[in-house]
């Protein structure tokens, strides 16, 4: 605690990022002092009869566990686990709904089995098969259990079935028909949602996200120092030619979803200011940025730009006519002072009249 301490700063460790687990560190600590200490006071009988008044302390032993929440601090550092523990902390908002849904099944045929297993068993109190039916299906609850362990393997579910033989055949069918339809529809769905989940937790692990973006930007400064092996820091529309044209390179462009028809064109997409050279900023800024498929933001943002050069297309139009008109003034004043297109009773002849 101490060297932490000295490290981030008094302040910052209290009150900084993280300060929940440097509280959490501070009393485990404690706690162990004090516990030690009554246990070494404890030992050289000095508490003798007043011992009992101490023992209050050994309270602390409590917070022995929380140690072990300490220990989940080792969780932020472990990619791995990290995401594990993630996307099972997202998965239980659907696990509390699928549990929900697979209880109102249950609870559904829970009904109808024990409607069916009471009945028989008030006909038939002595028989043998009412002591099966009353043990898997004396109640609803029973009923529930039964088919729950049924579904899920803590029971071979062919004894509750081949319990129901004395109701008649359509009810065994009709057991086998919910292990089929849970076993098969709910389950399976039930499987699919859980790792949709998953999967999106660990899509979206900030930490996780952040630590990618630092490998593939660490990945492209390692292939510009290959593709510039001189260490000139640029490279020319020349270099890239050649480069362009090795498989391994374009296979690298490819698989990070970069492609281009030609070498020019990819040039042209990687030379941000247009000074037809690429330098190493040059390729790791545009290679991430041109990196995957198209974003919303993407389209957002060449739909601005398609807004943009439509009102600037539209305001050079309105200046065409504009100019038109005045040269077509300047040039009917022009004739029209020369005399060039007035007929004999000096109107203006509208026919000879078009620029």
């Known amino acids: 605690i101490f060297i932490r301490c000295a490290a981030v700063g008094p302040v910052a460790y209290v009150c900084g990022s993280g300060w929940a687990w440097h ?44 140690k072990v929440l300490r220990s989940l601090s080792l969780v932020r550092f472990i990619g791995a686990l990290r995401t594990l523990v993630h996307s099972i902390a997202d998965t239980l908002k659907p696990l509390v709904w699928a549990l929900l849904l697979l209880l109102l099944i249950e609870y559904a045929f829970s009904v109808l089995f024990t409607d069916a297993a009471l009945d028989y068993i008030y006909e038939n109190t002595m028989d043998e098969g009412a002591e099966l039916l009353d043990k898997y299906y004396g109640s609803v609850y029973k009923s529930t259990e039964t088919l729950f362990r049924a579904l899920l393997g803590g029971l071979d579910w062919s004894v509750p079935a081949d319990a129901l033989l004395p109701l008649g055949i359509f009810w065994v069918q009709l057991f086998h028909w919910y292990i089929a339809f849970c076993s098969f529809a ?99 800024e545009r290679c991430m940025q041109l990196h995957g498929a198209a974003r919303s933001v993407d389209l957002y943002a060449l739909k601005q730009q398609s807004h943009k050069l439509r009102e600037q ?28 297109f007035q007929d004999p009773a000096g109107k203006p002849n509208n026919e000879t009249f078009n620029v």
């Not at 539209?314 to 004739?335: N, P």
């Open 23 to 66: 509280w959490l560190d501070m009393v485990a600590v404690i706690s162990s002092w004090v516990e030690m200490a009554v246990s070494l006071l404890d030992k050289s009988g000095q508490f003798s009869s007043a011992a009992s008044n101490f023992r209050i302390l050994r309270i602390f032993r409590i917070t022995r566990l929380v």
């Open 186 to 284: 709910v389950l399976n769905v039930m499987t699919g949602v859980f790792c949709h989940s998953a999967i999106m937790a660990a899509e979206h692990d900030h930490q996780k996200l952040i630590e990618n973006r630092k490998r593939f930007k660490t990945l492209l400064e390692d292939v510009f120092l290959k593709m510039d092996p001189k260490g000139h820091e640029v490279i020319t529309i020349t270099q890239f030619e050649k480069i362009f044209a090795d498989e391994d390179m374009r296979a690298f462009f490819e698989a990070i979803e970069i492609d281009a028809v030609d070498a020019w064109t990819l040039f042209e997409s990687l030379d941000a200011d247009g000074d037809f050279v690429i330098s190493k900023t040059e390729f790791v």
């Open 313 to 340: 297309m539209d305001e050079i139009e309105a200046v065409s006519r504009k100019l038109t008109a005045a040269v077509q003034g300047v040039v009917y004043l022009t004739r029209q002072d020369t005399g060039q």
